[in-house]
């Protein structure tokens, strides 16, 4: 019983983690339809400001804001200068998000060296609290608390805000959009450094989860996040959310019960999603045949 | 009349290049270049294989590398097992042709029942759970270490291997150009424009999306047959997302649907990847020349939004209808060369 | 009476909101039957569980004297059922040529011919340039579809359900957005059709004036039911559909 | 086997290496040129890995040459190409040194894979590889030729040395290592290598490479109640944090692993007081290679140390040299293989031997402590025994 | 009063030369009614009024200040209101999140002229909560029209509105435009003569991307000759 509480908690912290991550990108690739194959690329910025902030300033929560802030700053340039132009192309995105994607993880090679980079929690979200056998990470329950926060605001922001409706409407059709008198570009800036400010800040909480950093993070975790945002539903922040914490939660049992397929537990999932609910688990029909 | 003309030239063009290329090792003795070639003539076959899904069909699969890895493990597996002699090279080939075969049936029934990102991540899904049994089956393939096998005799010579490739790759291309260009290959495309149209005008989708996913899973099968030759070694990289990013970017660099782009796109990548690399010696900004390869994707996008071979067809017709009605210019003869949103 | 097609107690429902409800009709071999009936009617509706995009949530479909209601879209037009689409629907970036070709091709049954290039065959590109002329678009055969003006689409789609020759036509307001000068030649392809008296058509329209001239008999969907079935002047006078659909101003219309 | 600059290289076929004698025609006197191939990660994922072998070379050749880059008369060159932790590129750029550049010897490279697929090259052109520091035992073993050798240890080697530090009659020992074949071959061999020393392996726990969950799979460990937890990792992400995040020593399970590179090093921070093995660390070895190593690495490289794999490199150098010296510069492939097999050269890390059978070469691992140290800021592995070559010797798995 | 004027216009779209010179003038308060062919450019002069086909040349004047280089929604916000032709509805967002997307405030004012629009189409009451893509082809219409309507504009540029619609709903829509007539300016593109007649106040004629012909309606509708030439109604 205890195991399972641990596990448990475990697994929900990881899915938490994975939501973070991917938060970004249900509103950059569920919401606004843009391919972003430099997302992953935002998390390791994020991910190597922030903790290069933190461990120079000493303080977590400045770290945090530096690695929001850089991100947020990575994604009004990417906007302006890369996604801007091909709005609408899937295939122009994919090869110039990808462009950005190379230069940007090795400039991070440039900025920080190619070594794997050491990340610690702040002193007070190290250990855990033990009750018995059941033990809780510090640093897992912050996780778990920051990804509900940010999931709140998400959803706040996107159902009782006319924000939502107005980028979809603009991926349906832009044109109509302007007629209506909605500046489109900026509610897509908008949303794009949002979306960019998020991925920083799941980057930096990355780190001191798996405790280091390095620079194939982004390619290796922004595949994950696409599937998160793909099985969730495009677009739904709840879904993304379920579909996080399917992914934690099952890695973890599987891990623990039937350890022999851990490694192909993600891609069941995905193939059981897909095959018995082929638009995602809070997708809408429209994306059904 | 003109541009029936300019057809055989562009064709004329391409055959002197074919067999310029063929002479080309009894010129130039430098086996590296051979095998970059190669390298470029089985990428190309691997991408142009995804361009019939992509390009024609309106497809996208994020796990197209399975397909290659198929290929890579039959040989590498066969040869190892059976020995290096022909017979089995063809026994692996046929294996290869009947599994891909299997497998991208069943892939392609899927494609019926689910949407552009949908079915890519159905793809992605599928490819990797192959390398995780390539990963697994570590009896048979050693896992991600991989092992290294001896080819026949006869394709053991780097020269002889670069003409099987190349006249490998202009049958596939050939191949590919004559089925696109036919009435079959013409519904593909408009299943790409609106597949519930062509469902009204009679035709089954269902039949033309196979026939696709089937034609495109055994060309890439048979890509990886010679990777792996050429490499005599094989290991979990062959299923692994990246080489089905390679594909994709070959395609969308060459230009979408026009086939020869996937050439033009794998050559333009393999030199850029070495070319830059090797000016690191000439100075050092070059040793991050990964950042300058991105740099590229991201000015073909701007000044190439077609791909290559897509745009500079659009350019071209368009210089020529802009020459024969200067006034008012009629619209393109023949368009086949477009970037359509595959979303 | 030579009924070719058929429905028994056609009903659909979207939710909770039923669109088509038990609606029975005959229609005659080789005649022209009209649709009307206010927006939302049912009358596309209709149409799609005809041809086959939806299936119904109860009834049946024959055709001459067959069931399909189980049946694919496919295999209704391979039977004989061809419809044109309300809302434009045709394929954006193919040239209006190679549009029409497409039906041309499956109304000659070229479905999986895999190696001949298309340039070889003539009679294919032939028949499709015919109908594109026959539309009036021959200026624009190698346009984009995209690049049409809205009514110069609606004659495209008309050129592909002619393409098809089929036996039974579904036409869904064939003239809407079409201009006044164009609308007497697609009724006169139309009305040579209807007099041919080989094929069968099926029109949705909102234009009266052209309902009354054209059919041979009229239908009248009314908030998903069948309202009422006859002759043109026996529709005309009924007073429920003055009321719910003509209102006070089809004397006007030229 | 040509001539450094160019002309007649088309007739000197490199099948036939032209002996020590016939110099250039040019008017300078140039000494016949050694090209070595050095084939190594510089980017990509293994491209930190791949800058400290790069430097190990260089040091290692001005070394054993004293400065001159010169032996037995020959001076020596090498070339760097980059095989972006890649198979495909590995063996373009090996085709390309041994064909365009016409290299002697290979040198590397930063991973397995890379390494494997340019075995069968090696054997087609007849030119020794030094392999340096791929792992896999496969390269020593089932996909080994003549004319591989290997100064890097074996994924076997490390096994060896681990259980050497840990295993005794009576421990219980679980292991955990990543699911793919570097872990897999690392707990065999370890399993095999600590049960010989009386030791029981009581659980296999393996973890997904790409994980960064690992509570689950530390949980089963902590269940099974092991004296000593044995660790195979390697890879950026590292299960350390959630080891101590779940008190696994406070439990009375020993840590135990293979000490990495520096800068994995101080990802360590929570284990010290862990006993394991390491293929090197800068303050392991007493001997004079060592001290030039260190003193030179420093001057080199503002100040810098030389770190895990950076002996492996400069030993690569060292063999080469050696080889070159016993044969008196003669390059014929053959005449070097007889030379090198059982050869003993020096390194940082004390003599090398390659042993006849598979050319591994056999070399001192260490068993060490990770303890906080003054003048370090991350955990440094003290020095509890050197394991001499003969202990840390791994079966010969190629049957030759 | 002038409230918009389009002064020789000239639009290309990609290499083609669409609107070729189309000049006129729309006085405030009153309905004008721009008539051609098919493919003649009158859905082009309008999209090129909104910003969405840029002009090359010439001058578009709304409220005196010269728009033709604006961005779409500045010139939106300026008090325009647009019904395209293919009716831009969003296909999945329902009826309410339609509209809701197009309310630009939301006052009293716009509450009261709601009301009027679900009084005028009760058919969208009807299907609030139903997605946009699942309307008939009139009720997209309807929506395109009260999307346009439920703003405070001081002029509308609808397209083909009739097009699709019940003789019944078409009279509505007249009669809608009728009220409107005090505040607002309506410029509509229309096939059907009998509405653009019994509504127009003055016409213009588009053909071939020039504009050939202008003035009043009621000119219009006994210029037998002027009919034929250009509108093919005999
Ligand atoms: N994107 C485009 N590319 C090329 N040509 C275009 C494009 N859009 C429109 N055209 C052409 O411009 C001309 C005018 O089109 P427009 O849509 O303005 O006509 P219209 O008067 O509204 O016709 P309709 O009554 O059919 O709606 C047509 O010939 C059309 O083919
Ligand atoms: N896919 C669907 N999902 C939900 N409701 C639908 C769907 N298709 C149609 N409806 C509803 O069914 C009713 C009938 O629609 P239909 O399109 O058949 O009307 P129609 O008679 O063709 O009207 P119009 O003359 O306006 O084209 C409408 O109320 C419509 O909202
Ligand atoms: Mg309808
Ligand atoms: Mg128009």
């Given at each position: 019983?205890?195991?399972?509480?641990?596990?448990?908690?475990?697994?929900?912290?990881?899915?938490?983690?994975?939501?973070?991550?991917?938060?970004?990108?249900?509103?950059?690739?569920?919401?606004?339809?843009?391919?972003?194959?430099?997302?992953?690329?935002?998390?390791?910025?994020?991910?190597?400001?922030?903790?290069?902030?933190?461990?120079?300033?000493?303080?977590?929560?400045?770290?945090?804001?530096?690695?929001?802030?850089?991100?947020?700053?990575?994604?009004?340039?990417?906007?302006?200068?890369?996604?801007?132009?091909?709005?609408?192309?899937?295939?122009?995105?994919?090869?110039?998000?990808?462009?950005?994607?190379?230069?940007?993880?090795?400039?991070?090679?440039?900025?920080w060296g190619p070594n794997i980079i050491h990340a610690r929690a702040p002193e007070w979200l190290r250990g855990s609290w033990e009750i018995g056998d059941i033990f809780f990470i510090k640093y897992r329950i912050f996780i778990i608390f920051v990804?509900?926060?940010?999931?709140?605001?998400?959803?706040?922001?996107?159902?009782?805000?006319?924000?939502?409706?107005?980028?979809?409407?603009?991926?349906?059709?832009?044109?109509?959009?302007?007629?209506?008198?909605?500046?489109?570009?900026?509610?897509?800036?908008?949303?794009?450094?949002?979306?960019?400010?998020?991925?920083?800040?799941?980057?930096?909480?990355?780190?001191?989860?798996?405790?280091?950093?390095?620079?194939?993070?982004?390619?290796?975790?922004?595949?994950?996040?696409?599937?998160?945002?793909?099985?969730?539903?495009?677009?739904?922040?709840?879904?993304?959310?379920?579909?996080?914490?399917?992914?934690?939660?099952?890695?973890?049992?599987?891990?623990?019960?039937?350890?022999?397929?851990?490694?192909?537990?993600?891609?069941?999932?995905?193939?059981?999603?897909?095959?018995?609910?082929?638009?995602?688990?809070?997708?809408?029909?429209?994306?059904?045949? | 009349?003109?541009?029936?003309?300019?057809?055989?030239?562009?064709?004329?063009?391409?055959?002197?290049?074919?067999?310029?290329?063929?002479?080309?090792?009894?010129?130039?003795?430098?086996?590296?270049?051979?095998?970059?070639?190669?390298?470029?003539?089985?990428?190309?076959?691997?991408?142009?294989?995804?361009?019939?899904?992509?390009?024609?069909?309106?497809?996208?699969?994020?796990?197209?590398?399975?397909?290659?890895?198929?290929?890579?493990?039959?040989?590498?597996?066969?040869?190892?097992?059976?020995?290096?002699?022909?017979?089995?090279?063809?026994?692996?080939?046929?294996?290869?042709?009947?599994?891909?075969?299997?497998?991208?049936?069943?892939?392609?029934?899927?494609?019926?029942?689910?949407?552009?990102?949908?079915?890519?991540?159905?793809?992605?899904?599928?490819?990797?759970?192959?390398?995780?049994?390539?990963?697994?089956?570590?009896?048979?393939?050693?896992?991600?270490?991989?092992?290294?096998?001896?080819?026949?005799?006869?394709?053991?010579?780097?020269?002889?291997?670069?003409?099987?490739?190349?006249?490998?790759?202009?049958?596939?291309?050939?191949?590919?150009?004559?089925?696109?260009?036919?009435?079959?290959?013409?519904?593909?495309?408009?299943?790409?424009?609106?597949?519930?149209?062509?469902?009204?005008?009679?035709?089954?989708?269902?039949?033309?999306?196979?026939?696709?996913?089937?034609?495109?899973?055994?060309?890439?099968?048979?890509?990886?047959?010679?990777?792996?030759?050429?490499?005599?070694?094989?290991?979990?990289?062959?299923?692994?997302?990246?080489?089905?990013?390679?594909?994709?970017?070959?395609?969308?660099?060459?230009?979408?649907?026009?086939?020869?782009?996937?050439?033009?796109?794998?050559?333009?990548?393999?030199?850029?990847?070495?070319?830059?690399?090797?000016?690191?010696?000439?100075?050092?900004?070059?040793?991050?020349?990964?950042?300058?390869?991105?740099?590229?994707?991201?000015?073909?996008?701007?000044?190439?939004?077609?791909?290559?071979?897509?745009?500079?067809?659009?350019?071209?017709?368009?210089?020529?209808?802009?020459?024969?009605?200067?006034?008012?210019?009629?619209?393109?003869?023949?368009?086949?060369?477009?970037?359509?949103?595959?979303? | 009476?030579?009924?070719?097609?058929?429905?028994?107690?056609?009903?659909?429902?979207?939710?909770?909101?039923?669109?088509?409800?038990?609606?029975?009709?005959?229609?005659?071999?080789?005649?022209?039957?009209?649709?009307?009936?206010?927006?939302?009617?049912?009358?596309?509706?209709?149409?799609?569980?005809?041809?086959?995009?939806?299936?119904?949530?109860?009834?049946?479909?024959?055709?001459?004297?067959?069931?399909?209601?189980?049946?694919?879209?496919?295999?209704?037009?391979?039977?004989?059922?061809?419809?044109?689409?309300?809302?434009?629907?045709?394929?954006?970036?193919?040239?209006?040529?190679?549009?029409?070709?497409?039906?041309?091709?499956?109304?000659?049954?070229?479905?999986?011919?895999?190696?001949?290039?298309?340039?070889?065959?003539?009679?294919?590109?032939?028949k499709a340039s015919e109908y594109l002329k026959m539309v009036k678009l021959e200026n624009k055969e190698k346009e984009l579809a995209v690049n049409l003006a809205h009514g110069e689409k609606r004659k495209l789609e008309i050129a592909m359900l002619?393409?098809?020759?089929?036996?039974?036509?579904?036409?869904?307001?064939?003239?809407?957005?079409?201009?006044?000068?164009?609308?007497?030649?697609?009724?006169?392809?139309?009305?040579?059709?209807?007099?041919?008296?080989?094929?069968?058509?099926?029109?949705?329209?909102?234009?009266?004036?052209?309902?009354?001239?054209?059919?041979?008999?009229?239908?009248?969907?009314?908030?998903?039911?069948?309202?009422?079935?006859?002759?043109?002047?026996?529709?005309?006078?009924?007073?429920?559909?003055?009321?719910?659909?003509?209102?006070?101003?089809?004397?006007?219309?030229? | 086997?040509?001539?450094?600059?160019?002309?007649?290289?088309?007739?000197?076929?490199?099948?036939?290496?032209?002996?020590?004698?016939?110099?250039?025609?040019?008017?300078?006197?140039?000494?016949?040129?050694?090209?070595?191939?050095?084939?190594?990660?510089?980017?990509?994922?293994?491209?930190?890995?791949?800058?400290?072998?790069?430097?190990?070379?260089?040091?290692?050749?001005?070394?054993?040459?004293?400065?001159?880059?010169?032996?037995?008369?020959?001076?020596?060159?090498?070339?760097?190409?980059?095989?972006?932790?890649?198979?495909?590129?590995?063996?373009?750029?090996?085709?390309?040194?041994?064909?365009?550049?016409?290299?002697?010897?290979?040198?590397?490279?930063?991973?397995?894979?890379?390494?494997?697929?340019?075995?069968?090259?090696?054997?087609?052109?007849?030119?020794?590889?030094?392999?340096?520091?791929?792992?896999?035992?496969?390269?020593?073993?089932?996909?080994?030729?003549?004319?591989?050798?290997?100064?890097?240890?074996?994924?076997?080697?490390?096994?060896?040395?681990?259980?050497?530090?840990?295993?005794?009659?009576?421990?219980?020992?679980?292991?955990?290592?990543?699911?793919?074949?570097?872990?897999?071959?690392?707990?065999?061999?370890?399993?095999?290598?600590?049960?010989?020393?009386?030791?029981?392996?009581?659980?296999?726990?393996?973890?997904?490479?790409?994980?960064?969950?690992?509570?689950?799979?530390?949980?089963?460990?902590?269940?099974?109640?092991?004296?000593?937890?044995?660790?195979?990792?390697?890879?950026?992400?590292?299960?350390?944090?959630?080891?101590?995040?779940?008190?696994?020593?406070?439990?009375?399970?020993?840590?135990?692993?293979?000490?990495?590179?520096?800068?994995?090093?101080?990802?360590?921070?929570?284990?010290?007081?862990?006993?394991?093995?390491?293929?090197?660390?800068?303050?392991?070895?007493?001997?004079?290679?060592?001290?030039?190593?260190?003193?030179?690495?420093?001057?080199?490289?503002?100040?810098?140390?030389?770190?895990?794999?950076?002996?492996?490199?400069?030993?690569?150098?060292?063999?080469?040299?050696?080889?070159?010296?016993?044969?008196?510069?003669?390059?014929?492939?053959?005449?070097?293989?007889?030379?090198?097999?059982?050869?003993?050269?020096?390194?940082?890390?004390?003599?090398?031997?390659?042993?006849?059978?598979?050319?591994?070469?056999?070399?001192?691992?260490?068993?060490?402590?990770?303890?906080?140290?003054?003048?370090?800021?991350?955990?440094?592995?003290?020095?509890?025994?050197?394991?001499?070559?003969?202990?840390?010797?791994?079966?010969?798995?190629?049957?030759? | 009063?002038?409230?918009?004027?389009?002064?020789?216009?000239?639009?290309?779209?990609?290499?083609?030369?669409?609107?070729?010179?189309?000049?006129?003038?729309?006085?405030?308060?009153?309905?004008?009614?721009?008539?051609?062919?098919?493919?003649?450019?009158?859905?082009?002069?309008?999209?090129?009024?909104?910003?969405?086909?840029?002009?090359?040349?010439?001058?578009?004047?709304?409220?005196?200040?010269?728009?033709?280089?604006?961005?779409?929604?500045?010139?939106?916000?300026?008090?325009?209101?647009?019904?395209?032709?293919?009716?831009?509805?969003?296909?999945?967002?329902?009826?309410?999140?339609?509209?809701?997307?197009?309310?630009?405030?939301?006052?009293?004012?716009?509450?009261?002229?709601?009301?009027?629009?679900?009084?005028?189409?009760?058919?969208?009451?009807?299907?609030?909560?139903?997605?946009?893509?699942?309307?008939?082809?009139?009720?997209?219409?309807?929506?395109?029209?009260?999307?346009?309507?439920?703003?405070?504009?001081?002029?509308?540029?609808?397209?083909?509105?009739?097009?699709?619609?019940?003789?019944?709903?078409?009279?509505?829509?007249?009669?809608?435009?009728?009220?409107?007539?005090?505040?607002?300016?309506?410029?509509?593109?229309?096939?059907?003569?009998?509405?653009?007649?019994?509504?127009?106040?003055?016409?213009?004629?588009?053909?071939?991307?020039?504009?050939?012909?202008?003035?009043?309606?009621?000119?219009?509708?006994?210029?037998?000759?002027?009919?034929?030439?250009?509108?093919?109604?005999?």
């Open positions: 019983m205890e195991m399972l509480i641990n596990i448990t908690v475990n697994g929900l912290a990881t899915g938490m983690l994975i939501f973070l991550l991917a938060a970004g990108l249900t509103l950059i690739f569920g919401l606004m339809d843009v391919l972003n194959f430099a997302h992953g690329a935002l998390f390791l910025w994020g991910a190597y400001a922030g903790i290069w902030v933190y461990t120079s300033s000493g303080s977590f929560l400045i770290g945090i804001i530096a690695a929001i802030i850089t991100c947020c700053i990575l994604g009004y340039l990417l906007e302006r200068f890369i996604v801007k132009p091909v709005y609408g192309n899937h295939i122009q995105q994919i090869l110039i998000t990808l462009g950005a994607m190379l230069v940007l993880s090795e400039l991070v090679k440039v900025v990804g509900l926060l940010v999931f709140g605001s998400l959803l706040f922001l996107l159902n009782r805000t006319k924000l939502g409706l107005v980028v979809r409407a603009g991926v349906m059709d832009k044109e109509m959009v302007q007629a209506l008198g909605i500046n489109i570009r900026k509610v897509f800036l908008f949303v794009f450094i949002l979306g960019a400010g998020m991925a920083g800040l799941g980057g930096m909480l990355f780190g001191p989860y798996s405790g280091v950093i390095y620079a194939e993070i982004g390619l290796e975790y922004g595949i994950l996040a696409f599937i998160v945002v793909v099985i969730g539903g495009m677009g739904s922040v709840l879904g993304s959310m379920i579909a996080a914490l399917m992914v934690g939660l099952l890695g973890s049992y599987a891990a623990y019960f039937l350890p022999e397929i851990a490694l192909a537990v993600n891609f069941l999932l995905m193939l059981a999603i897909l095959i018995f609910k082929p638009s995602g688990i809070m997708g809408m029909k429209e994306a059904l045949k | 009349m003109s541009r029936l003309k300019q057809l055989s030239k562009f064709k004329l063009t391409l055959s002197v290049l074919t067999i310029g290329l063929l002479f080309l090792p009894f010129v130039t003795d430098s086996r590296s270049m051979l095998i970059m070639l190669t390298k470029i003539f089985i990428f190309a076959v691997f991408a142009m294989s995804y361009d019939l899904l992509l390009g024609y069909t309106g497809i996208v699969s994020f796990g197209h590398a399975m397909f290659f890895g198929i290929g890579a493990y039959t040989v590498a597996i066969c040869l190892k097992a059976f020995g290096p002699s022909i017979p089995v090279l063809l026994l692996a080939v046929v294996i290869t042709i009947i599994f891909t075969a299997i497998v991208s049936f069943l892939v392609g029934l899927l494609t019926l029942r689910l949407k552009a990102h949908f079915f890519a991540m159905l793809t992605l899904a599928v490819a990797a759970l192959f390398l995780v049994a390539a990963e697994k089956w570590r009896s048979l393939t050693m896992g991600n270490d991989g092992f290294t096998f001896v080819i026949p005799e006869i394709l053991r010579d780097r020269v002889t291997f670069y003409i099987v490739a190349l006249v490998f790759m202009v049958i596939v291309f050939l191949f590919l150009e004559r089925f696109t260009q036919s009435p079959m290959g013409r519904v593909l495309q408009a299943i790409r424009e609106n597949e519930p149209r062509v469902e009204s005008l009679g035709y089954r989708v269902m039949h033309y999306k196979i026939t696709a996913n089937v034609i495109a899973g055994v060309v890439a099968g048979l890509a990886g047959i010679l990777y792996a030759m050429s490499l005599r070694f094989v290991n979990t990289a062959v299923f692994a997302t990246e080489l089905t990013l390679d594909a994709l970017l070959i395609t969308i660099i060459g230009g979408v649907g026009t086939l020869f782009g996937a050439i033009v796109g794998a050559a333009l990548i393999e030199y850029a990847r070495h070319g830059l690399m090797d000016l690191a010696s000439v100075h050092w900004i070059f040793e991050r020349w990964v950042i300058l390869l991105g740099t590229v994707f991201i000015l073909v996008v701007m000044f190439f939004p077609k791909g290559i071979v897509g745009t500079t067809q659009s350019w071209w017709v368009k210089r020529q209808m802009n020459k024969v009605n200067k006034l008012k210019p009629k619209p393109p003869a023949k368009n086949k060369n477009f970037t359509q949103d595959v979303g | 009476m030579d009924t070719i097609l058929e429905t028994k107690q056609l009903t659909i429902a979207f939710g909770g909101h039923v669109a088509v409800s038990e609606v029975n009709i005959e229609i005659e071999r080789n005649t022209l039957k009209s649709i009307i009936g206010p927006n939302g009617a049912g009358k596309t509706t209709f149409f799609n569980m005809i041809s086959g995009q939806l299936k119904p949530t109860k009834g049946q479909v024959f055709f001459k004297g067959k069931d399909i209601t189980k049946m694919s879209p496919t295999q209704r037009t391979r039977l004989g059922i061809g419809r044109s689409f309300q809302i434009t629907n045709v394929f954006p970036h193919l040239t209006c040529h190679e549009n029409v070709r497409l039906a041309v091709q499956a109304q000659m049954k070229v479905f999986y011919n895999m190696f001949s290039h298309f340039s070889r065959l003539n009679e294919i590109n032939e002619l393409a098809l020759e089929t036996e039974i036509l579904l036409l869904d307001e064939p003239t809407a957005g079409m201009s006044l000068e164009e609308v007497p030649m697609i009724l006169d392809v139309i009305r040579t059709i209807r007099d041919e008296r080989k094929r069968t058509i099926v029109l949705i329209e909102h234009k009266m004036d052209m309902i009354l001239d054209l059919s041979d008999s009229i239908m009248v969907l009314f908030h998903g039911k069948l309202l009422a079935d006859g002759e043109p002047e026996e529709i005309m006078k009924n007073d429920q559909v003055q009321k719910a659909y003509l209102g006070g101003l089809q004397d006007d219309a030229s | 086997a040509c001539n450094s600059s160019d002309t007649g290289s088309k007739e000197t076929s490199n099948e036939n290496p032209p002996k020590t004698t016939t110099p250039a025609a040019d008017e300078k006197k140039e000494l016949e040129v050694v090209k070595i191939g050095l084939l190594t990660s510089v980017t990509g994922a293994l491209e930190a890995y791949g800058a400290q072998t790069i430097k190990g070379f260089e040091l290692g050749l001005e070394f054993a040459t004293g400065g001159t880059m010169e032996v037995a008369g020959k001076r020596i060159e090498f070339i760097i190409e980059d095989t972006e932790t890649q198979p495909d590129v590995a063996v373009q750029k090996a085709t390309r040194l041994l064909e365009d550049h016409k290299v002697d010897f290979i040198v590397g490279s930063s991973s397995s894979g890379d390494t494997l697929a340019v075995l069968p090259l090696m054997e087609e052109y007849k030119k020794i590889m030094v392999v340096e520091p791929a792992v896999a035992d496969s390269i020593t073993g089932s996909n080994w030729n003549k004319y591989i050798f290997r100064t890097g240890r074996s994924s076997s080697q490390d096994a060896v040395a681990g259980a050497a530090a840990i295993a005794k009659p009576g421990v219980k020992i679980a292991t955990l290592a990543q699911d793919f074949a570097f872990g897999r071959d690392g707990v065999a061999a370890f399993k095999k290598a600590a049960e010989a020393l009386g030791a029981e392996l009581m659980h296999e726990e393996f973890a997904d490479p790409a994980g960064v969950d690992f509570s689950s799979n530390i949980q089963r460990i902590i269940n099974a109640k092991p004296d000593y937890l044995f660790v195979i990792w390697a890879g950026a992400n590292s299960p350390w944090g959630q080891l101590e995040d779940m008190r696994v020593q406070e439990r009375g399970i020993k840590l135990s692993t293979g000490a990495p590179d520096i800068a994995a090093l101080r990802t360590m921070e929570d284990m010290i007081g862990m006993e394991g093995f390491t293929v090197y660390h800068h303050s392991l070895p007493d001997n004079e290679v060592n001290d030039w190593l260190v003193a030179e690495h420093q001057k080199r490289h503002n100040g810098e140390m030389p770190d895990l794999f950076t002996p492996g490199g400069f030993a690569s150098a060292m063999a080469i040299v050696a080889a070159l010296e016993k044969t008196n510069g003669n390059l014929d492939t053959e005449t070097l293989i007889t030379a090198m097999e059982g050869m003993t050269f020096e390194t940082p890390k004390g003599p090398m031997t390659f042993r006849p059978e598979d050319h591994q070469a056999l070399q001192t691992m260490y068993a060490i402590r990770l303890e906080r140290k003054d003048g370090f800021d991350y955990p440094v592995p003290v020095l509890l025994r050197a394991l001499s070559p003969e202990e840390s010797a791994p079966a010969i798995m190629n049957n030759r | 009063m002038t409230l918009l004027k389009v002064d020789n216009v000239h639009t290309y779209i990609q290499q083609y030369h669409i609107l070729q010179g189309v000049s006129f003038e729309v006085k405030q308060g009153e309905v004008t009614v721009l008539l051609g062919r098919n493919g003649a450019g009158k859905t082009t002069t309008l999209r090129s009024i909104m910003g969405l086909n840029p002009i090359t040349s010439g001058s578009i004047t709304f409220k005196g200040e010269t728009i033709g280089a604006w961005p779409t929604h500045k010139i939106a916000n300026a008090g325009i209101g647009y019904v395209p032709e293919d009716q831009g509805i969003f296909g999945g967002l329902t009826v309410e999140e339609n509209m809701k997307v197009a309310m630009k405030k939301k006052d009293d004012a716009t509450l009261e002229r709601m009301d009027w629009i679900l009084d005028l189409f009760p058919d969208l009451k009807q299907f609030w909560k139903k997605n946009g893509g699942h309307l008939s082809g009139g009720q997209k219409q309807m929506l395109s029209i009260a999307r346009a309507y439920i703003n405070d504009n001081d002029m509308l540029l609808i397209d083909e509105p009739s097009k699709g619609l019940a003789p019944i709903i078409v009279e509505k829509v007249m009669d809608s435009i009728n009220q409107m007539k005090d505040k607002t300016t309506v410029v509509l593109v229309e096939q059907n003569f009998m509405m653009a007649s019994t509504i127009g106040d003055c016409f213009y004629i588009i053909d071939d991307g020039h504009s050939v012909h202008n003035g009043l309606m009621n000119e219009l509708k006994h210029n037998e000759e002027l009919k034929r030439q250009y509108l093919g109604i005999a």
